[in-house]
């Protein structure tokens, strides 16, 4: 029988450089941990364009490398009618999550789009961060630090999450 069609998920950020490449990269890494390669398959993208081509800042590489994650994608950009192409579409901010939203109008489609730290299974109503992976751009390293350990913790909820939508292997 044919495999199952993959679930297909795409990281938001606005510039596709920092955050939403270093949530592909966690990914792709706990969904090969899990032996799911192939059936999670992960993407990302930016609101804006202005870093389109790009490989990922060279902080956000440094410290995923130092968890032993490499980051390899090129930056692209989210556009209209793109949430066709995916099972759900994460943003890592309200602003992203806006702009998402103003790019999606078909009711069906806007239901994919969701903040990431909405899967972190410890997140709070007082949490530090707003529910939000805040923007570490114009900050120091410590940021990428931060980051870093806002977007696994919501990847392992998220992995959880898709697990228990994947078909058993013996239905497949
Ligand atoms: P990201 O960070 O959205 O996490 O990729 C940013 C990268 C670039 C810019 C802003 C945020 N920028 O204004 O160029």
């Known amino acids: 029988m044919a495999d199952p069609a993959p679930v297909r998920l795409c990281f938001v950020c606005l510039g596709n450089i920092c955050r939403s490449p270093t949530a592909e990269g966690v990914m792709a890494a706990l969904v090969d941990e899990a032996g799911l390669t192939g059936r999670i398959v992960v993407d990302s993208a930016g609101t804006g364009d202005w870093h389109r081509g790009e490989?990922?800042?060279?902080?956000?590489?440094?410290?995923?490398?130092?968890?032993?994650?490499?980051?390899?994608?090129?930056?692209?950009?989210?556009?209209?009618g793109d949430a066709h192409a995916y099972d759900l579409v994460l943003a890592m901010d309200r602003s992203n999550l806006a702009d998402l939203l103003?790019?999606?109008?078909?009711?069906?489609?806007?239901?994919?789009?969701h903040l990431l730290r909405e899967f972190d299974p410890a997140l709070t109503p007082d949490d530090r961060w707003g529910g939000e992976v805040p923007d570490p751009w114009a900050g120091g390293e410590q940021g990428f630090v931060v980051v870093y350990d806002l977007i696994e913790a919501a990847c392992r909820g998220l992995l959880a999450h898709v697990r228990e939508t994947l078909p058993a292997p013996e239905d497949g």
Do not use: M
């Open 55 to 80: 490989l990922p800042d060279e902080r956000a590489r440094a410290e995923a490398r130092r968890r032993g994650v490499e980051l390899t994608s090129r930056a692209t950009t989210f556009r209209a």
């Open 102 to 113: 103003d790019r999606t109008p078909e009711p069906a489609l806007r239901e994919r789009i």
